[in-house]
């Protein structure tokens, strides 16, 4: 659906040389939202992980970015998760996860929204969910660990940002629902 967006863009820009002079002009203020997802399979600390990213952006001006990440917990917390009552924990283990590895930071930045879920799988996940429209990139430029990520949205167009998450591997899937 995403590809088609872009072709019929591509179609109508390529027109508008053509009789109906306006047409170009009136395609741009038309450009349509496109969104592209794309994941990503790694070992983060010996540990698999998946991060997929969803970028929904109109020409040069990104609207919405989720990176959603799920990564497995080491096999001790396996041990003592296993068989208790995650929804009565989910909440003291979202907390100790988001202290350690720096997320609580993020969730003080304007523009971004952090959820943390503990699954019965043995996974953690989290999604960031970003509005570029209100996010303070400066401050989320200076948090550990992420702030090269923000940097790099900052001075990319949404394309060459996709780009560099497909130059690292990133494979393009559906659009989550």
Known sequence: MASLAVLTACGQQSNGGKAGGNQS?????KEKSVTKSYQLNQKVQGLDQTMTLT?????????????????????????????QDLSSLQEEVSKSFKQSSGVDKLEQVKGIEV??????KGTVDIDFIIDPTTLDYDAAAKVPTYGPLFKQMKSQTPEEFIKSFQDEGGKEVSNPS
């Open 115 to 120: 959820q943390v879920k503990v699954t019965e």
């Open 55 to 83: 970028v929904t952006y109109k020409g040069k001006k990104y609207e919405k970015v989720n990176i959603a990440i799920s990564q497995n917990l080491p096999e001790d917390a396996k041990e003592y998760l296993a068989g």
């Open 25 to 29: 002009v009136q395609s741009e203020s």
